[in-house]
């Protein structure tokens, strides 16, 4: 049977695109802005910020009139709620692309500490859990979502490396790189929690899709 | 804003949690929640492969269910799917309909309610009902309430007197119509109406209380008041509600179970179906997909 | 004006037309009774009997015989039809059995009234030697009211809802309780309904009571159900028919008609009355 519903569904799930794609967007701008100290483009992230956090309020509030309006069971439901955990998600993520920049902007007018090969590597794996969590969200897909939990070791495994080698071959080696060694790591750090915030948007997703709760019961992933 | 403070002082101490949240199976797997031991309880009334037919027509298909005692299950499921059917067996209301035919088991507390060694208004006694339009006998309202106590044998005015009153309180109804005794039942409202078929069905004292669409007739307040009443005498009875209203079902019961087209589809705790349904046809029906 | 709206208007007129037609007709009886009855109606009239070979004096004797015959008949009746449509609504098998029995209730109700008259006659008359008698009269006015009062109750119990029993059976009550208890009561306007018309046709009838209870002249009233009784309409068919001063009697007779008239209305405003009381405290 057709149901109007299932249109506002439909809007509600391009709105999320759109979120998705905005984070994913700001995300590559605020790490280009920081590779290439950049301060016009790290300036946009901060400002394009705005259009999120417009945006995200707009979903918030067409998912509770959503709820509110045509009182959604099961399936439904679940979608809804896992909309509204994907905004709040995207959001901070854009929040957090906002903070690279800042880093960006600390760092632009001082010497290069090193040419950036990790943190573009840590951005990347940031994108395509971002991207491959709203691809799951759209297609249903729970083998996309799993796929997307189980990239987060990587980004650990990175943002581990990155801390290594600025604690032990800058900050410790010569104190004075200290200033500009810590507005890496902060980045470092930045990206590994959008990596973060990816995950749990696919472990959402999987609990739309398939009822399962896997978030904090990682044995349920398998 | 009021009542949040009040819930929020309420649950100070860990103890007044809510029983789910203290050692309910939070954020557990709910694909994979048991059915059977979904209460922890011997069941009140335990259907066995119950088939039944009107004349020819098969109305209901190898139903198999159980319900908890102190619980309140709902059936829902579109019209003509045998949920109304289903639960005027546990009563044996069946048997005013000429021609039907009903194989299979229902017991009540492990007792076949369908041996002919079981007597159909000692049953009836036992297992009450509440239509679904108020229907109310012709007669004031104490005598509506003493009716059942008359017809099983009470004759002690007082007893009769003290039960009436005592009825009339369990059913919410009676601060409104206490000075009403004398009335005409049929001079209360649709919902008053409904209470009081409520409180005679209490009169005499039952185990489990059937609602067949208890709601179907009455505006939104009134309706409001009977889902209370339901929620406050699951304390002491097992109640099965039959309903067309999904929101009404997942308000006031604990296990849910669908019907569709005679067959049980899918039964199982109320927040479990009404969040993630097993049988897409569940699906499809408690999402309006239905058709 | 529209074509329809016209037609509409005319269709009304037609109807009210009928009505007032109707109006007219009973209005000219009560009339043409009321004329030539109300001047001898009196309190000499009421109460005593009549005297100079019916020129003179009362029909109380008459009205006293009426009233027996019709109570009797509602006493052998109402038990015996309310009984039968019990039966035929509660507890018959539904099927032909039932239809058929209804259709020859509803025949009977057709069977001309003289044919009552003689099967009394022959049966409780001759047969079980009651005599032309009270008791004779009012069984065979009673056996013509009881497709009254069965097809009344019977329209009255079905129409009592199918909840109500549900309710009544749901709180272990048995069938009989229900019926007794639930069912009857509610029925019980729809059947006084039944009483009322029959109360109206038995007291108005002359052919039942013509070979089984009425006589031209009783001297003073009945001292048991083995008396022969005169009757109101009897009464009036002999005035007119025998006798030896056709112009006394004739205006008696009006004044008797009127009075049978008076008669019936009033027992029929009293079962309306008590019906409309029923309905009070039932219905709020």
């Known amino acids: 049977m057709h149901r109007h519903f299932d249109e506002e569904l439909q809007h509600l799930k391009n709105d999320i695109l759109k979120m998705g794609a905005l984070a994913q967007e700001a995300i590559m701008n605020a790490v280009d802005a920081l590779k290439n100290r950049d301060k016009a483009t790290a300036r946009k992230v901060i400002d394009s910020d705005v259009e999120m956090d417009r945006l995200e309020l707009a979903v918030d509030e067409k998912c509770l009139d959503l709820i509110a309006l045509h009182q959604p069971m099961a399936g439904d439901l679940r979608f809804i709620t896992t909309a509204i955990k994907l905004n709040a998600e995207l959001e901070r993520i854009g929040d957090l692309a906002v903070d690279v920049a800042q880093r960006a902007l600390e760092i632009s007018d001082k010497p290069l500490l090193k040419p950036l090969v990790d943190i573009p590597r840590l951005a990347d794996v940031a994108g395509r859990m971002i991207g491959g969590a709203i691809e799951a969200f759209i297609k249903g897909d729970t083998a996309l979502a799993k796929k997307v939990v189980l990239t987060d070791p990587e980004a650990d495994e990175l943002k581990r490396g990155v801390e290594k080698e600025l604690i032990y071959d800058y900050m410790m080696k010569d104190g004075s790189t200290a200033d500009r060694a810590v507005q890496l790591l902060l980045a470092a750090r930045h990206l590994e929690r959008v990596c973060d915030h990816a995950v749990g948007m696919a472990e959402d997703i999987i609990y739309m899709v398939d009822a399962r709760v896997v978030r904090h019961h990682p044995e349920e992933l398998k | ?291 | 004006m529209k074509r329809r709206d016209i037609v509409q208007k005319l269709g009304f007129s037609a109807l009210f037309a009928c009505m007032a037609a109707n109006i007219v007709f009973l209005g000219s009886i009560l009339f043409f009774i009321a004329a030539r009855g109300l001047s001898s109606i009196n309190w000499e009239f009421l109460t005593q009997a009549p005297r100079d070979s019916m020129t003179a004096g009362g029909v109380a004797p008459a009205i006293v015989g009426t009233l027996y015959l019709t109570l009797g008949a509602i006493i052998f009746a109402l038990p015996l039809g309310v009984a039968c449509a019990v039966y035929l609504t509660e507890y018959s098998p539904k099927g032909w059995i039932v239809n058929v029995l209804r259709i020859s209730i509803n025949n009977l109700a057709g069977v001309p009234s003289v044919v009552f008259g003689l099967f009394g006659l022959t049966v409780f008359v001759k047969y079980f030697g009651f005599g032309v008698s009270i008791l004779s009269g009012s069984l065979t006015l009673g056996i013509l009211a009881l497709p009254l009062i069965i097809s009344a109750s019977q329209e009255a119990m079905t129409a009592v809802p199918q909840s109500i029993r549900e309710a009544s059976l749901a709180l272990g009550a048995t069938h009989w309780e229900t019926i007794r208890r639930v069912v009857l009561p509610a029925a019980l306007p729809g059947i006084l309904t039944g009483v009322i018309l029959s109360v109206g046709r038995v007291a108005g009838e002359t052919a039942p009571i013509l070979f089984t209870a009425a006589a031209f002249y009783v001297k003073g009233y009945p001292h048991s159900v083995f008396s022969e009784v005169m009757a109101l309409p009897y009464h009036i068919y002999a005035l007119m028919t025998e006798g030896t001063h056709p112009e006394e009697q004739t205006r008696i007779a009006y004044a008797s008609s009127l009075l049978l008239l008076a008669l019936v209305l009033s027992v029929s405003m009293l079962a309306i009355y008590i019906r409309q009381r029923q309905r009070k405290t039932y219905n709020a």
């Not at chain 2, 789910?20 to 309880?41: H, I, R, Y």
């Not at chain 2, 194989?103 to 009902?129: F, H, N, Q, Y």
């Open chain 2, 1 to 291: 804003m009021h009542d949040l403070n009040v819930d929020y002082e309420k649950q100070m101490g860990m103890e007044n949690f809510h029983p789910a949240l203290v050692k309910g199976p939070v954020g557990v797997n709910m694909n994979s929640l048991g059915e059977a031991d979904l209460f922890g309880a011997e069941p009140k009334i335990s259907a066995r492969g119950v088939n039944f037919y009107y004349g020819a027509k098969r109305a209901l298909n190898n139903i198999t269910i159980d319900f908890s005692p102190r619980r309140v299950t709902s059936i829902i499921g579109p019209s003509g799917c045998g949920k109304s059917t289903f639960i005027r067996l546990l009563n044996r209301m069946h048997e005013l309909v000429p021609g039907s035919r009903l194989e299979g088991e229902i017991l009540i507390d492990g007792l076949d309610i369908l041996s002919p060694a079981c007597d159909a208004a000692e049953l009836r006694k036992r297992v009450g009902m509440v239509f679904q339009k108020p229907n109310p006998f012709p007669k004031t309202v104490f005598e509506n309430i003493a009716y059942g106590l008359e017809v099983n044998g009470v004759t002690d005015r007082h007893v009769i007197e003290e039960k009436v009153v005592d009825s009339l309180q369990k059913a919410a109804l009676w601060g409104e119509i206490k000075d009403r005794l004398k009335d005409s039942a049929l001079g209360l409202s649709g919902g008053q109406q409904q209470r009081l078929c409520i409180a005679r069905c209490l009169a005499v004292s039952p185990e489990v209380i059937l609602f067949d669409e208890p709601c179907a007739s009455l505006d939104p307040i009134s309706t409001a008041k009977i889902e209370e009443l339901i929620l406050t005498l699951k304390k002491e009875y097992t109640i099965v509600i039959v309903t067309h209203n999904m929101q009404q079902a997942a308000r006031v019961s604990d296990q849910t179970a669908f019907f569709l087209m005679g067959d049980l589809i899918e039964t199982g705790r109320t927040d479990r179906i009404f969040k993630a349904p097993r049988d897409k046809r569940t699906e499809d029906y408690i999402t309006g997909r239905f058709g």
